[in-house]
């Protein structure tokens, strides 16, 4: 009787599939080595040299039929990539998620081994195969299949039993914050923390909690020329949930059921959202009028892309036609913007008192004489100007401009959320940069001193009361994204009201919030050197050093990576990124920006370290808790004379531009996150991280990656896989009385329920869309709810959608 490995056919078509298959080697391994070639030039790693020859030999024996010689060099390489990812891993730390690095590592080399293997056993003549070397090499493959499924399995995502804490006592609620039935602000009240004292939803019944209701908006992208991102926290007031949308729609629901109660349009036009990096809204403010009763006592402001700041009536949403100009406040007065939506309030208006406080996001990088970065207080009520902060106007907060003046252009703005203490008469801002972020050389001194700095502002006045710049002449965007938190914790035994200011260097800093007086040690500490000509850098930069580092990996100390850090989902595209790294300029996080070919590694990128969704405070347990992103970019600086497209204003459209302008320097910048040829950072994950500090002895309490690539990963398409690996993460948290810290913001559709003293999973919730927002809650009719935006980010490749979500406990 023959054998089934004897027939023809059977021969016939595993010859085929070895042909394809040593194909697949030749290619894999040629172009390994040849990136490996110029790895080893630029004094890297000679594995990938090595590994790719061996692979294209390999390769080059299994088309030739030689499948004794390419098999067992197959093995050969196998064992020592596995040994040598071993010993790079090791060397540089077994960071969590350290095995999807080895997975990938070895994971195509391995697949090719063994199936190889098995066809060569499998379609070799009886007479020719050694005896049990079928049932050998399936055995092997079925051996580390099953390891990488129980791996996998082990590692899935999945809620845990809540642990046995205390439950801590009903606190008494610090003057000027929230109520539990309450949520009045982006984060909760004017002091940001992000908290609730609605106590009804705990790690013990968490379990339970389901979705109540959903609404969709129907604000979906016009086109593909403008990038969607609610961002939006809805705010509670006057009976009634409010919610904007990333075209600056309101809508007020009921917030029992969900149901649309009115819906305010101020049609946008498509090209007036180009400009924005991402078109956003991320809150409006209520304000109840002092005295009034009916029609326009309590008001909705929001603010559009194209300058107009509204006044709706809560009740029903037509326009307060007292307020401003036939309702209507002009927020491009003064601006001198060169084109609609050049400079907008994404963040919208922060209700401080009886003012409503402006800032203005200014798209980055297209021209040193981009629109003020000014903020501005204007009369809740009748929305007259009050004042106007800007860097180079300090004294002047008052002074009216002259007939056809400007506020003083392309100076330091606030696109975040404003923060304020309306009982201590003071606004706290967090800066960017000058209009150019990668070349300051014409800025002013007065300038540099309000870069990514927290500034103290008079609420009557507008003037400066105190300001700390938390990095010195800023060339690497890295603006304040957080809102400033105001709370009062213990320090030391001693109870403090401070100023929190978390950072995109990944810095705590932490200040006497009615002074400005550091209340956690700040370190200068000295930084490379060597600017673009024309332009200088600080000997040193300031470190908030009492508590940990959030910039990359959680620790004492900012994380500096090297070669060994880079990564790939196969040989070539990990070549690929190795070799980028070899070529770049990177001496740490304040490596200055060069226009060396190579370019320069900027890490953390620009999107952290800590963002805009800020951080949560428990102040009951003096917990503070944060997410950032672990993501470098690469910026490159290209000489003015290569640089074609022209800055928006000047017949420049973003969405066109392949470089951006940074216009009226000598260079234009480009600065792609670091992605391999698969759209996979180039750096090993974790990508992003949650962590939470005590406030009162500085430790690190927990950290632990945020976020899996269920809904993404190679080449953007999803894993289906719900194994924690650390996504990119835009968002923040909201912490709870009860000790549970509630956040999405990662790269899959979950919003989850962590435990905020130990970290612990206890619950999750699936999204129809991504969480890149930062979730509420509220008590209503006796039944506590967290409710959260659900609109993706089509910058960070999210699901995109257009709803608003609310879980409750049954």
């Known amino acids: 009787m023959t054998a089934p490995a004897d027939l023809p056919h059977l021969r016939l078509w595993a010859r085929l599939l070895l042909i394809l298959l040593g194909l697949v080697l030749l290619a894999v391994g040629a172009g390994s080595a040849w990136f490996g070639v110029q790895i080893a030039f630029e004094g890297g790693t000679w594995y990938y040299l090595i590994a790719g020859l061996g692979l294209a030999i390999a390769g080059i024996a299994q088309v030739a039929g030689l499948v004794r010689v390419s098999v067992p060099l197959q093995a050969l390489l196998l064992i020592g990539t596995l040994v040598w990812s071993l010993w790079e891993i090791w060397g540089k730390g077994f960071l969590p998620a350290w095995g999807a690095d080895l997975g990938a590592r070895c994971g195509l080399i391995a697949a090719l081994f063994f199936a190889s293997a098995i066809i060569a056993a499998a379609g070799t003549p009886r007479p020719l195969r050694a005896p049990g070397q079928l049932r050998l090499t399936l ?124 819906h305010f349009d101020p049609q946008v036009e498509p090209q007036h959202m180009e400009s924005l990096f991402s078109a956003a809204c991320r809150a409006v403010a209520v304000h109840q009028v002092p005295g009034a009763t ?114 003083p252009r392309g100076t330091p703005n606030v696109w975040n959320i404003i923060t304020g203490d309306p009982e201590a008469g003071l606004v ?40 700390f710049a938390t990095v010195i002449h ?75 580092n959030l910039s990359g990996l959680p620790g004492p100390e900012p994380e500096v990576i090297d070669a060994r850090h880079a990564f790939g989902m196969t040989p070539i595209d990990a070549a690929m990124c190795r070799l980028e790294f070899e070529r770049f300029r990177y001496e740490g996080m304040y490596t200055p920006p060069t226009d060396d070919p190579g370019g320069m590694l900027l890490f953390p990128g620009t999107i952290g370290g800590i963002n805009w969704g800020g951080s949560g405070l428990d102040r009951d347990r003096g917990i503070l808790i944060t997410n950032h992103s672990r993501l470098p970019n690469k910026v490159l600086m290209i000489p003015r004379d290569e640089v074609a497209d022209l800055p928006v204003g000047m017949g420049g459209a973003r969405p066109d531009q392949e ?3 940074h216009y009226f320097s000598p260079w234009g910048v480009d600065r792609p996150i670091w992605l391999s040829a698969l759209d996979v950072p180039c750096i090993a ?32 398409l999803p894993t289906f896989l719900k194994v924690v690996l650390g996504t990119a993460n835009i968002g923040g948290p909201l912490v709870t009385a009860t000790g549970l810290t509630f956040i999405a913001a990662s790269q899959d559709n979950w919003l989850r329920a962590l435990e905020t003293e130990t970290g612990r999973l206890v619950w999750e919730g699936r999204l129809p869309a991504g969480g890149q927002a930062s979730p509420m809650s509220y008590e209503w009719e006796g039944r506590q709810y967290i409710v959260i935006t659900a609109t993706g980010h089509e910058r960070l490749m999210t699901t995109t959608g257009d709803y608003v979500i609310a879980f409750a406990l049954p």
């Open 294 to 407: 009916g029609p326009c006592s309590t008001r909705v402001h929001a603010a559009v892309v194209d300058g107009r700041m509204y006044a709706l009536d809560a009740a029903t949403g037509e326009v307060c036609t007292d307020y401003g100009t036939n309702g209507i406040v002009d927020l491009t007065l003064g601006m001198g913007i060169q084109e609609t939506g050049l400079a907008s309030s994404t963040s919208g208006p922060a209700l401080v008192g009886e003012a409503l406080i402006v800032g203005m996001q200014v798209s980055d990088n297209q021209r040193r004489d981009a629109p003020s970065g000014v903020v501005r207080a204007f009369d809740a009520t009748t929305g007259d100007l009050l004042w106007a902060w800007d860097a180079l106007r300090q004294g002047r907060a008052q002074e009216p401009l002259a007939e056809g003046e400007v506020y």
């Open 139 to 262: 055995g092997a493959a079925a051996v580390a299949l099953l390891g990488v499924a129980i791996t996998i399995a082990f590692y899935w995502e999945r809620p845990r039993s809540p642990s046995e804490l205390a439950e801590l006592p009903v606190a008494p609620l610090p003057e000027g914050l929230n109520g539990p039935e309450e949520w009045s602000a982006f984060g909760g009240s004017t002091h940001g923390q992000r908290f609730t004292p609605a106590r009804q939803i705990t790690p013990q019944n968490v379990a339970g909690l389901t979705e109540a209701w959903r609404v969709q908006t129907g604000d979906l992208a016009p086109n593909d020329r403008v990038y969607y991102s609610a961002q939006n926290t809805p705010i509670l007031g006057d009976g009634r949930l409010y919610t904007c949308t990333p075209s600056n729609q309101v809508m007020a629901l009921d917030p029992g059921t969900g149901e649309v109660l009115w």
């Open 428 to 467: 706290y801002i967090g800066t960017g940069n000058s209009a150019n972020d990668h070349w300051g050389g014409t800025r002013t001194p007065e300038e540099d001193r309000f870069t990514s700095a927290i500034v103290a502002i008079d609420l009557q006045t507008g003037e400066t009361v105190w300001d």
């Open 659 to 661: 470089i951006a302008p």
């Open 474 to 548: 800023d060339l690497w965007d890295y603006d304040i994204g957080a809102q400033p938190i105001i709370g009062d914790i213990t320090v030391d035994g001693q109870a403090r009201r401070v100023a929190i200011m978390a950072t995109k260097t990944g810095s705590i800093f932490v200040f006497d919030a009615a002074t400005g007086e550091p209340v956690s040690p700040i370190e200068m500490r000295p930084v490379p050197q060597g600017a673009l000509p024309g332009d200088w850098t600080a000997e040193s930069q300031p470190q908030s050093v009492r508590y940990p």
């Open 685 to 716: 994950p974790p990508w992003g991280f949650v962590a939470a500090t005590d406030m009162d002895t500085g430790e690190l309490l927990w950290s632990q990656p945020l976020g899996t690539g269920f809904d993404t990963g190679p080449l953007t």
